[in-house]
């Protein structure tokens, strides 16, 4: 049986073997003087004391050093983190040096050839000292193996490098350990908040990595590149272990992946970085999967409570939108640019998957858009934009649409029972109104200003989508009315109003004045006056002046009889009418001026029939 000592402060462990048990001819480990003493007492209690005392003795002081019995194994760097210990079968990677006991010559280094020793544990594949001095050993751990002879190369020696009888010594570091049983091993470090979908095999996927060896050493990264790494998972485009490793990911998932050799680059290794029978570790983060049968997904996120209507291939749409990849990264939005983005539905003008997405839509409507690379920008992506192959996602807000064919849209709100008289062309009006985008934006109010505004119908004054709006009204009138661009500001916009933007008005007809047609200004609301000179000598003295004609033209207005044109000074109306029938100019109109007048817009209107 051995008896194990430690010295718990160098953190060698020393292996004695009692007498009985060492062979012929092995020195003993201790002084002779002391065994002697013991020898020569006969008494068992004196015996047993003596084996007391050289217990004690060759626990507390250092003998003179003897040939060593086994192997002394000095674990003097042990890294903090230790998941798996070497044990018989294991294969493992080490680096060493090799030096002989007696005088620190080296005879052997992995480090001088370049090229780590690669070998199966506990089966007879090293020398018996090394099959034991590399149990229990973890990755990045160092020790100094001290071997003895018999558990080396013994009396014999080899090759001409190693004496007979030489105790060898072998400073190890341990680089990698696998086993024929291995399987790829994977552990999630993170995952997204939610995963509708996980990757599978015939799914393309893209991801981000980086790439060391068991010990700890880089050997490939994907972010020095500044691009991902773009495969069809389980095709074999990558190595097997890894395609089993990505299997079941989630975007945004992060996972470290362990990839035996034999399902790595095997005894071959990759390149000047991978050396052979190297176990790879992998940190995963999946940024992007699709799949080529993948179609554009939409999701409501909000819908309106009222839709009266749903965009159709031709409407030309106004929205906003936030674009991301998969893994929430960002790649633009409308927003930034704080301005919509304005398309034709289904005419080529977006790409295929977003014409797809935008058909069905309603105003005010918020709808997340999955569009699959071969329904956006496929291989070829966008330069400094879109990646290769990228899934991208869009989260879109219509704010408004309209169709080129669209007529004004009215709707009439409260109308009160009597309406005896309602607006038309030549009417001044004045009216309230709230002017909106068709998302609720408030543009301009009339409730801004110190008075409501004052028009003429039919003049040009406002928009034409307004003026239509407008007609028909009685006072006391509120309505609603949707102005597509083309009958508003179109494409250009104006100030305050986006360009293309459908306009919602809330309007209210508070005053009407009813109008005379364009170019007159005056008119009879039935047959004049005949004959009409007589009828505006009021005094009968054969000559009106101006207060005479002002006072005869304000009469027929307050009876009913005439109307003048409604938003132009009165007095100012009259002197111009006075002035046209006063041909001498002499401040007042005598009968054979009327006549005169009467017989020259006679002959001008048959000379324009002719």
């Not at 393309?204 to 790494?229: A, M, Q, W």
């Not at 001044?428 to 110190?450: A, E, K, P």
Request: net charge negative; glycine share 10%.
């Amino acid at each position: 049986m051995l008896l194990y000592f430690f010295n718990y402060l160098s953190g060698v462990r020393v292996w004695a073997m009692p007498a009985h048990d060492r062979p012929a001819g092995q020195p003993r480990p201790c002084s002779p003087r002391l065994s002697s003493r013991c020898s020569s007492v006969l008494s068992q209690m004196e015996l047993a004391l003596c084996l007391l005392l050289l217990s004690l003795h060759v626990a507390a002081v250092r003998c003179s050093p003897g040939p060593l019995l086994d192997v002394v194994i000095d674990r003097y760097d042990i890294p903090r983190w230790c998941p798996r210990e070497a044990q018989t079968e294991d294969f493992v990677r080490y680096h060493f040096n090799g030096t002989f006991y007696a005088d620190g010559k080296k005879f052997d280094s992995s480090h001088d050839r370049g090229a780590a020793f690669i070998s199966q544990i506990g089966l007879g594949r090293l020398i018996t000292g090394m099959d034991r001095g590399l149990q229990g050993m973890c990755v990045n751990e160092r020790r100094r193996i001290t071997v003895p002879p018999h558990l080396a190369y013994g009396s014999i020696g080899t090759g001409g490098v190693i004496p007979a009888d030489a105790v060898l010594v072998f400073d190890v570091l341990l680089l990698d350990i696998w086993n024929t049983e291995d399987k790829v091993q994977t552990r999630t470090l993170s995952k997204a908040a939610s995963c509708s979908r996980t990757a599978a095999a015939s799914d393309f996927i893209r991801y981000h990595y980086n790439g060391t060896l068991l010990c700890g050493k880089p050997f490939d990264s994907s972010y020095s590149r500044n691009r991902t790494y773009n495969i069809y998972l389980g095709q074999g485009e990558v190595i097997k272990g890894m395609d089993e490793g990505l299997l079941g990911m989630c975007v945004g998932e992060r996972r470290l992946i362990i990839i035996p050799p034999f399902l790595a680059y095997g005894e071959k290794g990759y390149g000047t970085m991978i050396p052979p029978q190297a176990t790879l570790v992998f940190e995963v983060v999946m940024v992007d999967l699709f799949n080529p049968k993948d179609n554009v997904t939409v999701e409501v996120k909000e819908a309106p409570e009222v839709c009266t209507r749903r965009t159709v291939v031709g409407d030309y749409i106004r929205y906003h939108y936030n674009g991301t990849f998969q893994d929430g990264t960002a790649f633009d939005s409308s927003y930034q640019r704080n301005s919509t983005y304005n398309t034709y539905i289904g005419k080529g003008y977006v790409i295929s998957g977003m014409d797809k997405a935008l058909q069905g839509l309603c105003m005010g409507e918020k709808r997340r858009i999955t569009v699959p690379p071969h329904f956006a920008y496929g291989e070829n992506g966008v330069e400094n934009l879109i990646p290769s192959s990228a899934v991208l996602i869009f989260d879109i807000h219509v704010i408004d649409f309209h169709n080129p064919n669209d007529p004004v849209q009215i709707k009439v709100i409260y109308k009160p029972e009597e309406c005896n008289m309602t607006s038309e062309a030549d009417d001044v009006i004045q009216y309230r109104y709230n002017c909106s985008l068709m998302d609720g934006t408030l543009l301009y109010s009339s409730d801004h200003y110190d008075s409501a505004p004052i028009t003429t119908l039919g003049a040009n004054k406002v928009i034409q989508g307004l003026d239509d709006g407008l007609r028909g009204m009685c006072v006391g009138e509120r309505r609603e009315v949707v102005v597509p661009p083309h009958w508003g500001h179109g494409e250009g916009g104006a100030r305050g109003v986006p360009s293309s933007a459908v306009l919602f008005f809330e309007l209210e007809l508070l005053e009407l004045t009813k109008g005379v047609p364009e170019g007159y200004m005056f008119v009879w609301l039935g047959d004049g006056p005949d004959p009409l000179f007589p009828a505006m000598d009021l005094n009968g003295d054969k000559e009106v002046p101006l207060e005479e004609f002002t006072e005869f033209i304000m009469l027929q207005v307050k009876e009913g009889r005439g109307r003048l044109r409604p938003g132009i000074d009165v007095h100012s109306i009259i002197k111009d009418m006075f002035n046209n029938q006063d041909r001498n100019s002499d401040g007042k109109i005598v009968p054979d001026e009327l006549k005169l007048k009467a017989d020259e817009d006679s002959e001008n209107t048959r000379r324009d029939e002719l």
